[in-house]
C-alpha cells in the first residue's frame, strides 16, 4: 500500500508535525502561495498545493514562483478571456491545473478553449444537479477529439487507468481518495473526505494516529462501506458504471438516470482510450 497523503490547512504548528509526511497544502489565498512555499521546509514533502478561492482565474496573480510546486487551482470561473490570455505564457511554464466548477454553464466552452490552449484543467462538480448533458459534450471532446489539447480531468484519470474489472475512483484528481489521501484539520481532527471533514465526521484525533489509521477498524470499515450499495435495492445497486462512480451521485439517481448515461458513455470513452493505445502499430485506413 502507498503512502497515505494528508490534505491540510495552512497551519504552521500543524506542518512542523507532520515532517517527513507527504502533504498537500489547502488555501482560498493565493498570496499565501509564497509564504507556504517558504514556510515548508525540506522535511516536509509538499505534494501539491490546492487553492480553492472564488477570484476568476483571470485575475489570479500568477507568479514565477509557483513555478517550484504542483499547483490545482479551483475557481467558479475563467472571467475575462482577454485579460486571462495576457497570462497564458507564464501560465506554460507553471505546474498548474485550473478546475472550474460545473455550475457555470460557460464554463463549459471555456474548459475546451482552455485545453485547447494546452492547459491543463478540469471540471469540479460543484452542487447538485449537474447538468449531465453538457458533462457529456465536455467528455466527447476531452477523449474522442482528435486535435492536441491538454488533459481534461477527471475524464482523463478514468479513461487512462480504466483496465480489467478494478474500481476507477476519479476522486483521487481532487485529493478526496481515501485510499490516497486523508484529511486533517488544526485540531488534528482527521476524516476520509473533505466533505467528511466538513461535516465532523472523524476517523481519527491526532497527528500520533496517523501511522496506525489504515490498519484501524473505523477505517477499515469506511473503506469497505461500498458494499452497503448491493445490501439495499437503489439505483446505484444496478448501475453498470458502478465501478467508475462508487455511487457519488446517490442522492439524484433516485430520481433521474443523468448519472448512469454518462457514466456508460465515459465507460465507453474509456473502452475506446484503450483500444487507440493498442492500436500502436497497426496499419490503419487513417490516422
Ligand atoms: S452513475 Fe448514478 S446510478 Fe451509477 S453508481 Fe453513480 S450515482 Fe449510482
Given at each position: 500500500?502507498?503512502?497515505?497523503?494528508?490534505?491540510?490547512?495552512?497551519?504552521?504548528?500543524?506542518?512542523?508535525?507532520?515532517?517527513?509526511?507527504?502533504?498537500?497544502?489547502?488555501?482560498?489565498?493565493?498570496?499565501?502561495?509564497?509564504?507556504?512555499?517558504?514556510?515548508?521546509?525540506?522535511?516536509?514533502?509538499?505534494?501539491?498545493?490546492?487553492?480553492?478561492?472564488d477570484t476568476p482565474a483571470s485575475k489570479i496573480?500568477?507568479?514565477?514562483?509557483?513555478?517550484?510546486?504542483?499547483?490545482?487551482?479551483?475557481?467558479?470561473?475563467?472571467?475575462?478571456?482577454?485579460?486571462?490570455?495576457?497570462?497564458?505564457?507564464?501560465?506554460?511554464?507553471?505546474?498548474?491545473?485550473?478546475?472550474?466548477?460545473?455550475?457555470?454553464?460557460?464554463?463549459?466552452?471555456?474548459?475546451?478553449?482552455?485545453?485547447?490552449?494546452?492547459?491543463?484543467?478540469?471540471?469540479?462538480?460543484?452542487?447538485?444537479?449537474?447538468?449531465?448533458?453538457?458533462?457529456?459534450?465536455?467528455?466527447?471532446?476531452?477523449?474522442?477529439?482528435?486535435?492536441?489539447?491538454?488533459?481534461?480531468?477527471?475524464?482523463?484519470?478514468?479513461?487512462?487507468?480504466?483496465?480489467?474489472?478494478?474500481?476507477?475512483?476519479?476522486?483521487?484528481?481532487?485529493?478526496?481518495?481515501?485510499?490516497?489521501?486523508?484529511?486533517?484539520?488544526?485540531?488534528e481532527q482527521i476524516a476520509a473526505t473533505s466533505?467528511?471533514?466538513?461535516?465532523?465526521?472523524?476517523?481519527?484525533?491526532?497527528?500520533?494516529?496517523?501511522?496506525?489509521?489504515?490498519?484501524?477498524?473505523?477505517?477499515?470499515?469506511?473503506?469497505?462501506?461500498?458494499?452497503?450499495?448491493?445490501?439495499?435495492?437503489?439505483?446505484?445497486?444496478?448501475?453498470?458504471?458502478?465501478?467508475?462512480?462508487?455511487?457519488?451521485?446517490?442522492?439524484?439517481?433516485?430520481?433521474?438516470?443523468?448519472?448512469?448515461?454518462?457514466?456508460?458513455?465515459?465507460?465507453?470513452?474509456?473502452?475506446?482510450?484503450?483500444?487507440?493505445?493498442?492500436?500502436?502499430?497497426?496499419?490503419?485506413?487513417?490516422?
Amino acid at each position: 500500500m502507498s503512502e497515505l497523503i494528508l490534505v491540510c490547512p495552512y497551519h504552521k504548528p500543524l506542518i512542523d508535525k507532520l515532517r517527513q509526511r507527504a502533504i498537500v497544502i489547502r488555501t482560498n489565498d493565493c498570496n499565501l502561495i509564497r509564504p507556504i512555499l517558504h514556510t515548508v521546509n525540506k522535511s516536509n514533502k509538499l505534494h501539491a498545493i490546492k487553492i480553492e478561492t472564488d477570484t476568476p482565474a483571470s485575475k489570479i496573480p500568477f507568479d514565477d514562483d509557483w513555478k517550484r510546486i504542483p499547483i490545482a487551482l479551483y475557481t467558479s470561473r475563467l472571467g475575462s478571456f482577454k485579460a486571462f490570455v495576457h497570462k497564458l505564457a507564464l501560465l506554460r511554464q507553471l505546474n498548474i491545473k485550473i478546475f472550474l466548477s460545473s455550475g457555470e454553464e460557460e464554463n463549459y466552452l471555456n474548459l475546451c478553449i482552455l485545453s485547447s490552449l494546452r492547459i491543463a484543467c478540469g471540471v469540479y462538480f460543484s452542487e447538485p444537479p449537474v447538468n449531465w448533458e453538457r458533462m457529456n459534450d465536455l467528455m466527447h471532446y476531452a477523449v474522442y477529439s482528435r486535435t492536441i489539447h491538454a488533459p481534461i480531468e477527471p475524464f482523463y484519470y478514468v479513461v487512462s487507468n480504466f483496465e480489467g474489472e478494478k474500481q476507477v475512483d476519479y476522486a483521487s484528481v481532487y485529493f478526496d481518495n481515501p485510499l490516497r489521501y486523508i484529511h486533517i484539520n488544526e485540531k488534528e481532527q482527521i476524516a476520509a473526505t473533505s466533505k467528511d471533514l466538513e461535516a465532523c465526521s472523524y476517523l481519527a484525533e491526532g497527528v500520533s494516529s496517523i501511522d496506525s489509521l489504515e490498519t484501524s477498524t473505523q477505517y477499515r470499515k469506511y473503506i469497505n462501506n461500498w458494499q452497503d450499495f448491493f445490501i439495499e435495492r437503489r439505483a446505484c445497486s444496478f448501475c453498470p458504471a458502478w465501478r467508475i462512480c462508487m455511487g457519488k451521485f446517490r442522492e439524484e439517481a433516485e430520481q433521474n438516470e443523468g448519472c448512469r448515461v454518462f457514466f456508460r458513455d465515459l465507460m465507453d470513452a474509456a473502452d475506446y482510450y484503450r483500444l487507440q493505445f493498442s492500436q500502436d502499430g497497426k496499419k490503419v485506413w487513417q490516422s
